[in-house]
Nanobody, 124 residues
């Protein structure tokens, strides 16, 4: 079973940066496609970024293009999300997710494994 644990969340001011990490255990993530999904209070879980297992293809939601960068280190079994120019509307619990299948990168229901999430709060 693949376990995912996120870290790096916290409180930041608008315009600041945070770097989230997702550490995997139980299995290697080298064959898994990975994604990040924030969920704000009272809202549906959203998609912000995904990266293919080999790291050659990356997808971003329009709302974060140019601000967020997803990356992975298969040797360290980790995936990261660099978040720059943060906005108050980025406030959410950010979860990383993994799946073996390809396609439908933005659909949370297609992901098989999930972490508990890390809280990101951006103040104005």
């Amino acid at each position: 079973q693949l376990q995912l644990v996120e870290s790096g969340g916290g409180l930041a001011q608008a315009g600041a940066s945070l770097r989230l990490s997702c550490a995997a255990s139980g299995r290697t993530i080298s064959t898994y496609n990975m994604g990040w999904f924030p969920q704000a209070p009272g809202k549906e879980r959203e998609f912000v970024a995904a990266i293919r297992w080999i790291g050659d293809t990356i997808y971003y939601a329009d709302s974060v293009k140019g601000r967020f960068t997803i990356s992975r280190d298969n040797a360290k079994n980790t995936v990261s999300l660099q978040m720059n120019s943060l906005k108050p509307e980025d406030t959410a619990v950010y979860s990383c997710a993994a799946k073996l299948g390809t396609g439908d990168w933005n659909l949370d229901v297609t992901y098989d494994f999930w972490g508990q999430g890390t809280q990101v709060t951006v103040s104005s």
